[in-house]
């Protein structure tokens, strides 16, 4: 399982990063960046199938996006 943090991928377009994640790779965000990520998340489910899981991580406050599908 790959973990990366969202400030290093910033750059990138997220709707990009959340698509090209692989199965069980793991996003660790802030709430704020969650909030940008949920949506478009539910529009790939929508056009692609693709199923990401959101848990928040309360040891160092950030969520943890783990592409399950």
Same mark, same amino acid.
């Given at each position: 399982?790959?973990? !990366? ?5 910033? /750059? $990138?377009?997220?709707?990009? *990063? #959340?698509?090209?994640?692989? !199965? ?5 965000? /802030? $709430?704020?960046?969650?909030? *940008? #990520? ?32």
């Amino acid at each position: 399982m790959n973990t !990366i943090k969202a400030k290093k991928v910033k /750059t $990138i377009n997220w709707t990009a *990063t #959340l698509r090209l994640m692989p !199965i069980s790779s793991v996003l660790q965000c /802030t $709430i704020e960046e969650k909030d *940008t #990520l949920a949506p478009i998340a539910t529009k790939l489910k929508i056009s692609e199938g693709k199923e990401y899981s959101f848990m928040k991580d309360s040891s160092t406050k950030t969520y943890n996006i783990t592409r399950v599908k």
